[in-house]
């Protein structure tokens, strides 16, 4: 007779439910949001050198125009709150796009909210004038903003690549960056909070495992047939982000999808999804993964 209570296998009862286990890659080292420190750095020292720039403008029109301190104050308000914003812009990780969207939001609703304080100001003052001249000063300040904060340029494999077999586990370990960076990506747009399940990234990330069979192989295996099971199983998988949300997740899936600019039905490709909610230049990553990836695979069919 079986008895009722059956002795637990060791560590049965701390279990983890398979829909919490993250994969190392959905965590971000840097946080929920990913940002590039240097980046960041480069854009907050630039809004910051703005600011002071800014603040020091003040009393500098006001002595050189011969208007009230207060009027002039009041005319670069729009400006001040500009390179806030931008400020919490880049703390949030928006797109660069979001800087001019910014600028023009604030300067037009400035003409509106600055009417009524211009009327209780000792000296009247050229509200239209004032808040063109701090669009100026704005517009000029957020394009040093927005080339600093540009997205460092990826190519993908020079045309004068030439391949030595000698250093295939080098140009293997160089597509492993790449796709490492596209699983920081997919782990961060489809992450728990918005929806996203283990099982919808392990379809379509670059799985580790595959790595670690191709490490383990090295001594088992020749180096041209372990390298090409591995990076054609790379090219299948970046092909799939080529897909449509519906051609790889389920209706059911989908709809449990949140917090994502993305088409309900799921028509938007992987790789638009992944590239509209990410700061990265998640579009590089995957062309110059899959050169890399088409140039290595074709030079390893001619040995």
């Keep these: 007779m079986v008895e009722e ?9 701390d279990a983890v439910p398979k829909e919490e286990i993250e994969h190392p890659e959905d965590v971000n080292p840097l946080g929920d949001a990913h940002v590039r420190p240097e980046e960041e750095r480069r854009v907050m020292f630039v809004l910051a050198i703005c600011f002071v720039a800014s603040v020091i403008l003040v009393p ?17 308000l729009p400006l001040l709150v500009t390179l806030l914003g931008h400020m919490i812009i880049t ?22 909210f600055l009417w009524p304080i211009a009327m209780i100001l000792v000296v009247p003052m050229n509200i239209t004038g004032a ?32 391949f030595e077999k000698e250093k295939l586990d080098e140009y ?20 728990k909070n918005n929806g996203g399940t283990p099982d919808m990234r ?32 790379i090219r299948d998988r970046l092909a799939t982000l080529e897909k449509k ?12 999808l949140k917090n994502i600019a993305r088409s309900k039905e ?20 995957h062309v110059s993964a899959l050169e890399f990836c088409d140039k290595i695979l074709e030079a390893l069919d001619r040995l």
């Design 5 to 13: 209570e059956e002795k637990k296998l060791p560590g049965k009862e």
């Design 60 to 76: 500098v029109l006001a002595v050189f125009t011969g208007s009230p301190l207060v009027n002039v104050f009041v005319g670069l």
């Design 91 to 112: 703390n949030a990780h928006y797109k660069r796009v979001s800087y001019w969207m910014l600028l023009a939001v604030v300067h037009v609703l400035a003409l509106g």
């Design 131 to 162: 808040v063109g001249l701090s669009l100026i000063f704005a517009t000029v300040m957020t394009f040093f903003v927005w080339l600093v904060a540009a997205e460092p340029h990826r190519t993908g494999v020079p045309d004068d690549f030439k």
């Design 172 to 191: 293997v370990q160089s597509i492993e960056d790449k796709v490492k960076a596209l699983n920081f990506v997919i782990g961060r747009v489809y992450k």
């Design 202 to 233: 392990e379809r379509i990330r670059i799985l580790r495992e595959w790595y670690n069979d191709y490490a383990e192989s090295t001594e088992d295996g020749d180096d041209v047939v372990r390298s090409k099971i591995l990076l054609h199983k």
């Design 245 to 256: 949300e519906n051609q790889v997740f389920s209706k059911k899936e989908l709809n449990r």
């Design 266 to 285: 799921g028509n938007d490709t992987l790789i638009d999804v992944l590239k509209t909610n990410d700061r990265d230049p998640v579009e590089s990553y």
